[in-house]
């Protein structure tokens, strides 16, 4: 067996843990941010959101 300063299950763990942590960053830089968060008009939830409600009180 070779000698390894690091072993290779350990690389998975921390490179799985930084690819979670930009995931959820890039998560939130995009509900929060200038790419359209809950309150923009470009955001299709909103939308449906306020379609449901008219829906429920008409």
């Known amino acids: ?7 290779i299950y350990t690389m ?3 490179l799985a843990n930084i690819f979670m942590l930009l995931a959820c960053i890039f998560m939130a830089i995009e509900y929060f941010g200038r790419w359209g968060g809950p309150s923009s008009p470009k955001a299709p939830n909103v939308q449906w959101m306020q379609t449901q409600t008219k829906d429920l009180v008409a």
């Open 12 to 14: 998975m763990i921390i």
């Open 1 to 7: 067996m070779s000698k390894q300063p690091i072993s």
